[in-house]
């Protein structure tokens, strides 16, 4: 499968962004979906996930309340809408495919992964 992220850009604190996730190459309405980001010299950190129905969501305490993920199964995408940006969610966001229908946090579940897409947040 081929993940390719787009909605990255530059905000100011107290924005908004819709990152969005377009698959192809195969269906991932039987997988887990991610999102991950990766600092400014930080290892690559769990945002949040959802499972293959979209009936579970898992959310890093840092981002609970502000970003909200969905997917949509028969267009084949996975997005991030984020609220309330801080200049602490400056990142490359990277979407992420998981090995079954539910998954955890951890990155060595995920075997499929976007070229990611930068966001920057100023005060």
């Known amino acids: 499968v081929k993940l390719v992220e787009s909605g990255g850009g530059s905000v100011q604190a107290g924005d908004s962004l819709k990152l969005s996730c377009a698959a192809s190459?195969?269906?991932?309405?039987?997988?887990?979906m991610a999102w991950f980001r990766q600092r400014p010299e930080k290892e690559r950190e769990f945002v949040a996930n959802i499972a293959c129905s979209g009936g579970v969501k898992i959310y890093a305490d840092s981002v609970e309340g502000r970003f909200t993920i969905s997917r949509d199964n028969a267009r084949n995408t996975v997005s991030l809408q984020m609220d309330s940006l801080k200049p602490e969610d400056t990142a490359v966001y990277y979407c992420a495919m998981a090995r079954l229908a539910l998954a955890t946090k951890t990155p060595d579940q995920y075997d499929d992964w976007g070229q990611g897409t930068q966001v920057t947040v100023s005060q």
């Open positions: 190459g195969r269906t991932i309405d039987s997988n887990a």
